[in-house]
C-alpha cells in the first residue's frame, strides 16, 4: 500500500507539472498565433505598399514619357523660333507687322514652354519625395518582418520542445497507469478475498462474543461474590484497578506513528526547499545581486531563511525520536510519551521563527511593489500574499498551542481531563485542515503573481528558473498538509479513544499503574516461557500466526497453481505418451540388434573356425550355422508369440521377454522416471516463460493501443492542418488572379494613354503644320509687297 500511496503521489506531481507545462503551452500558442497574426498583416501592408509603388512606378514612366514628348516639342517650337527670328530679321525693312505677329507667337511659347518647365520640375520632386518615403517604409517593413521571423521559429522551436516533453511525459505516466491498473486489479482480488475472510471472521467473532459476554457475566458475579477486597483510599497500590496490557492498541499506535513519521519527513522537505528557494529570489528580485547590492533589509531576511535548517531539521529529527520510543512492550497514552515534549519544543522554535522572519517577508514585498516596472495587478497579488503569509503563520501559532497542550500531561499528572483531550485532538485537525487551506490560498495566489512577471520586459531566465521552483516546493507543501489533515480525521477515533483506563474509572492511566501493567506482562511472558520449556511439544504462538501467514498466502495461489499444474499434466500426457512409447520400443529394439550381432559374430567365428578344417568339418559347421540361424528364428517367432505385460509406477508396457529382461527392467524404469522428471521441469519452466511473455505482451499491446490513439490524435491534428494550408493556398490563388487583373487594368489603362497621348501628338503636329503653312504664307505676302 505504500508503494501504491507513492505512485499516487508522483503521479499527482507529475498531474501538477503536466497542467502547469499545458498552462505555458497555450500562452506560447497564443504569442505564436498572435505573431503569426501581426506578421500576416505586415506582409499585407508591404504588398500594399508593393501595389502603391508599382502604380507610382507607372505614373512615373508616363510622367517621364510626357515630359519626353514636351522636351520634343520645346526643342520642335525652339526651332521655328530660330527659323522664323532669323526669317524676321530679313524681313524687318519691310514692315514690323510681321514682326509684331512674330513676338506674340513667340511669347505665347515662351509661356507655355515655361509652365510646363515648372510642372515638370514639381513632377519630379513629388516623385523622389514618394520614393523616399516608400524606401523608408519598405527597409523598416523588411525589419520588422525578419524580427517577427525570428520571433515565430523561436516560439516554433520552445513549441517543439515542449511537444516532445509532454509527449515523454504523457508515456511515462501511461506506463505508470497501467501498471497502476495492474496493481489496483491484484488489490481488488485480494479485497474480495479479504472480504470473504471478514466476513468468517464476523461470525467467529460473534460466536466468542457470546461466549465471552457469558464468561464475563459469570466472572464478575464471581468477582462480586467471592472478592470483597477494594482500596478505595490509595488507588495507585490497588493491584484490581491496574488494566491489562492492550497489544492490539500498541501496533495501531505504531503504525499510525509510522505514518505520521513519514508525512512529517515530506513536510520538512518542503519547507526546506520553500525557505532555501525563497532565499534565492531574494537575491535576484527585485535586485540581482551579482549586479548590484541589495537592500540592507533583504540582506537580514536571507540571513535569517539560510538558518532554516537550524529549526526545520529537528522537527524530523524529534519526531523520529517520538516513533522509536513506541514500540510493542510499551504504553502509549499521552502520560507517558514523553518524547512528545522535545517535539513540541521545537515546533514551538520553528513558530518563533516564523514570526521573527514575517515582518522581512512583508517588508520584501513592499518592497517590490516598490519597484519601477511593477504593476497595479502586481501590486494587488503582493498584496493578497501579504495577507497568506499572516494567516498561514497564525495557523502555526494555533498548531504549536494545541500540540503544548497534548504534551502537558507527560510533564505534568493531572493537567488534562480526558474529556478536554478529545477536544483539544478535535481542534488541531480542524487547525490542519484550515492550514491546508492557507497554503493552498497562498500557492494559488502565487502562481498568478508568477503569470504577471512572466509579462515583464525585465524579467531573466534565472528569476523563471527560481520562481518554477518554489511554486513546485509549494505545491508539494499543499499536497503534504493535505495528506496529513486527512490522515488526522481519519485516525481521530483513535486518537480520542482511551486505550488504557483503570477497570472501574474513567480517569486517565499514570505512570505507576503503567509500571505496574509492565510488570504484570513480563510474569505472563516468564510464565508462558516456563510453559514452553515444560511442553516442548508444543507449537511457539509466533511461529503458529507466522505459519498461518504463510499458509494463507500459500493458498492465495495454490487454485491458480493447481489448475497450471492440472493443465500441464494433460500437455505432458498429450504430447508425450506416444514419443515415450517409440522410445522405449527403439531402446528394446537396440537391445535386440545387439544381441543378435553378438550372435552373428559367434557364429561367424564357429563358420571361420570350420572353414580352417576338413571339408567334412566345414560342412559340419555349415549345417551347425543354418541350424543356428534356424533356432535363433524359432526362439524369436516364440517370443514374439508370447508377449508379456509390464507394470511399474510410471505405467504398463508389453514388452518381449529375452534373457536380461529380469536385469533390464529396473534401469529401464530408472530411465523413464528420469525422463519424466526432466520433462515436466523443462515444461515447467515453457509453461512460466509462456506466461511471462503473455504479461509482458498483453502491456506491450496496451501500450500499442494507447499509442494508436495518440497517433489517432496527431492525424486529426495532421488533417486540420492540411485543410488550413489548403485554405491558404486558396487564398493565395484568389490574391494571385486579384492581381494579374489589376495588372491587366492597368496595361489597358496605359494603352489608352499612349492613345490618346499619340491623338494629342497628331493635333499638335497639325496646328504646327498649319503655322508653318500660316507663316510662309505670310512671308510670301511679305516678299509681294
Request: aromatic residues 4%; charged residues 30%.
Amino acid at each position: 500500500m505504500a508503494n501504491v500511496t507513492d505512485l499516487q503521489t508522483k503521479y499527482s506531481k507529475l498531474a501538477q507539472e503536466y497542467s502547469k507545462l499545458r498552462a505555458q503551452n497555450q500562452v506560447l500558442k497564443k504569442g505564436v498565433v498572435d505573431e503569426q497574426a501581426n506578421s500576416a498583416s505586415l506582409k499585407e501592408q508591404l504588398k500594399q505598399r508593393d501595389q502603391s509603388l508599382r502604380k507610382q512606378e507607372q505614373e512615373m514612366d508616363s510622367l517621364s514619357f510626357r515630359n519626353q514628348q514636351l522636351a520634343k516639342r520645346v526643342e520642335l517650337l525652339q526651332e521655328e523660333l530660330a527659323a522664323s527670328e532669323a526669317k524676321g530679321k530679313k524681313g524687318k525693312s519691310k514692315g514690323d507687322s510681321p514682326s509684331q505677329h512674330g513676338l506674340q507667337t513667340q511669347s505665347v511659347f515662351d509661356e507655355d514652354l515655361q509652365k510646363k518647365i515648372e510642372e515638370n520640375e514639381r513632377l519630379h520632386i513629388q516623385f523622389y519625395e514618394a520614393d523616399e518615403r516608400h524606401k523608408k517604409t519598405e527597409a523598416e517593413l523588411r525589419e520588422r518582418l525578419e524580427k517577427l521571423e525570428k520571433d515565430a521559429e523561436q516560439h516554433h522551436g520552445v513549441v517543439d520542445g515542449l511537444t516532445t516533453k509532454y509527449a515523454e511525459t504523457i508515456e511515462r505516466l501511461q506506463s505508470d497507469k497501467a501498471r497502476l491498473e495492474v496493481k489496483a486489479q491484484t488489490l481488488e482480488r485480494e479485497a474480495k478475498e479479504c472480504r470473504m475472510r471478514t466476513e468468517d471472521c464476523q461470525q467467529q467473532l460473534r460466536r466468542c462474543q457470546s461466549e465471552l459476554n457469558r464468561q464475563v457475566k459469570q466472572s464478575s458475579s464471581v468477582i462480586q461474590e467471592k472478592v470483597p477486597f477494594n482500596d478505595t483510599k490509595f488507588s495507585d497500590y490497588n493491584s484490581l484497578n491496574v488494566p491489562s496490557h492492550n497489544r492490539r492498541h500498541q501496533l495501531k499506535a505504531r503504525d499510525v506513528a509510522g505514518q505520521a513519521m513519514s508525512f512529517i519527513q515530506d513536510l520538512v522537505a518542503a519547507l526546506l526547499n520553500v525557505h532555501s528557494y525563497t532565499e534565492q529570489r531574494v537575491h535576484i528580485y527585485p535586485l540581482d545581486s551579482s549586479i548590484e547590492t541589495i537592500s540592507p533589509l533583504n540582506q537580514k531576511f536571507s540571513q535569517y531563511l539560510h538558518e532554516n535548517a537550524a529549526y526545520v531539521r529537528p522537527l524530523e529529527d524529534s519526531f523520529l525520536q517520538l516513533y522509536q520510543s513506541i514500540t510493542e512492550d510499551t504504553v502509549t497514552v499521552l502520560e507517558t510519551v514523553v518524547k512528545l515534549k522535545n517535539f513540541s519544543d521545537n515546533f514551538s522554535s520553528y513558530t518563533h521563527f516564523l514570526q521573527k522572519i514575517l515582518p522581512y517577508q512583508l517588508k520584501s514585498l513592499e518592497e517590490e511593489c516598490e519597484a519601477p516596472l511593477c504593476t497595479a495587478a502586481l501590486s494587488a497579488k503582493n498584496q493578497e500574499l501579504q495577507s497568506d503569509i499572516k494567516r498561514v503563520t497564525s495557523v502555526f501559532e494555533k498548531l504549536q498551542n494545541y500540540i503544548n497542550l497534548l504534551a502537558l500531561p507527560s510533564v505534568r499528572q493531572d493537567a488534562m481531563p480526558h474529556s478536554n483531550t478529545s477536544a483539544v485532538f478535535t481542534q488541531l485537525a480542524a487547525c490542519l485542515h484550515s492550514l491546508h487551506d492557507a497554503i493552498k490560498e497562498m500557492s494559488k495566489h502565487y502562481n498568478q503573481k508568477a503569470d504577471i512577471e512572466r509579462e515583464l520586459p525585465t524579467v531573466t531566465q534565472k528569476l523563471c528558473t527560481t520562481t518554477e521552483c518554489l511554486l513546485g516546493s509549494l505545491g508539494s507543501l499543499t499536497s503534504c498538509t493535505g495528506k496529513i489533515a486527512t490522515f488526522f480525521s481519519n485516525n481521530l477515533d483513535f486518537f480520542t479513544s482511551s486505550g488504557y483506563s483503570p477497570r472501574g474509572s474513567t480517569a486517565a492511566l499514570n505512570p505507576v499503574q503503567a509500571e505496574s501493567m509492565l510488570a504484570n506482562k513480563k510474569k505472563a511472558t516468564a510464565y508462558i516461557q516456563a510453559v514452553k520449556k515444560a511442553k516442548p511439544q508444543s507449537v511457539p504462538y509466533r511461529e503458529a500466526l507466522s505459519n498461518r501467514r504463510i499458509l494463507t498466502s500459500s493458498t492465495e495461489s495454490r487454485e491458480g497453481l493447481t489448475q497450471q499444474v492440472q493443465q500441464s499434466q494433460e500437455k505432458i500426457a498429450r504430447l508425450e505418451q506416444e514419443k515415450e512409447h517409440w522410445l522405449l520400443e527403439a531402446q528394446l529394439g537396440k537391445v535386440r540388434l545387439e544381441k543378435e550381432n553378438q550372435r552373428i559374430a559367434e557364429l561367424e567365428a564357429q563358420l571361420a573356425a570350420a572353414l580352417g578344417g576338413s571339408p567334412n568339418s566345414q560342412t559340419a559347421a555349415a549345417g551347425a550355422l543354418t541350424r543356428g540361424h534356424e533356432e535363433a528364428a524359432a526362439e524369436l517367432k516364440a517370443a514374439e508369440k508370447e508377449p508379456t505385460l509390464c507394470t511399474s509406477l510410471v505405467g504398463m508396457l508389453c514388452t518381449t521377454p529375452t534373457d536380461e529382461h529380469v536385469g533390464d527392467e529396473e534401469s529401464r524404469e530408472q530411465l523413464i522416471k528420469s525422463h519424466y522428471m526432466a520433462r515436466v521441469g523443462e515444461l515447467t519452466t515453457q509453461l512460466q516463460i509462456s506466461d511471462s511473455k503473455a504479461v509482458h505482451f498483453h502491456s506491450e499491446c496496451r501500450a500499442l493501443a494507447k499509442r494508436l490513439a495518440i497517433a489517432e490524435k496527431s492525424r486529426e491534428t495532421f488533417s486540420e492542418e492540411v485543410k488550413l494550408a489548403n485554405q491558404n493556398i486558396t487564398r493565395l490563388q484568389d490574391e494571385l488572379a486579384t492581381t494579374k487583373r489589376s495588372y491587366e487594368d492597368q496595361l489597358s489603362m496605359m494603352s489608352d494613354h499612349l492613345c490618346s497621348m499619340n491623338e494629342t501628338l497628331s493635333k499638335q503636329r497639325e496646328e504646327i503644320d498649319t503655322l508653318k503653312m500660316g507663316s510662309k504664307g505670310n512671308a510670301k505676302k511679305n516678299k509681294g509687297r
